[in-house]
C-alpha cells in the first residue's frame, strides 16, 4: 500500500502522445464523412436507375472514383478507430485485447483493400478514361 497520491504516481511518466493524435483522426474522419456521404446519396439518387450497368457507368465517369475511394478510406478508418475506442475500454484482459485490437484493424485493412480493388477494377474496365 501506497500513501503516495494518484497524482504523485503519474508525475514524470509522461505522456503516451497517442490519445491526441487519435482523437484528431477520429474528428478528421468524421468531418470528410460528412460531405461524402451527401455527395454519394445525392448521387445515387439522381442516377436514372440503380442497375448494375448504370451504376457501373457512373463509378467510372468523371471524379467519382475519387471520391468513392475517399469515402471507403475514410469510412474503414474512422470505424476501425471507433472500434479501437470500443475494444480498449470493454475488453481488460491485455492479451484479448491485443488479439482483438490486430484482427478488427487487419479485418478493417481487408476492407479498405476489398473497396479500392472493387472502385478501381469497375473504373478502369467501364470508365471512360
Known amino acids: 500500500m501506497s500513501l503516495q497520491n494518484p ?3 503519474a508525475l514524470g511518466h509522461g505522456s503516451a502522445r497517442e ?11 468524421a468531418v470528410a464523412l460528412a460531405p461524402l456521404t451527401i455527395w454519394f ?3 445515387l439518387l439522381r442516377l436514372p436507375s440503380l442497375d448494375l450497368a448504370t451504376v457501373s457507368l457512373w463509378i467510372g465517369s ?6 468513392l475511394l475517399l469515402l471507403v478510406w475514410s469510412v474503414a478508418m474512422h470505424s476501425a478507430l471507433g472500434m479501437q475506442v470500443v475494444i ?4 481488460h484482459a491485455k ?14 485493412a481487408i476492407i479498405a483493400v476489398a473497396g479500392t ?10 470508365g471512360s478514361f
Open 7 to 9: 497524482l504523485g504516481k
Open 19 to 29: 490519445g491526441v493524435s487519435h482523437w484528431w483522426w477520429q474528428r478528421v474522419t
Open 41 to 43: 446519396v445525392w448521387s
Open 62 to 67: 468523371g471524379w467519382t472514383p475519387v471520391f
Open 88 to 91: 480498449e475500454d470493454y475488453v
Open 95 to 108: 492479451g484479448a485485447q491485443l488479439a482483438t485490437l490486430l484482427a478488427v484493424n487487419f479485418l478493417h
Open 117 to 126: 480493388y472493387a472502385v478501381l477494377r469497375i473504373a478502369f474496365t467501364t
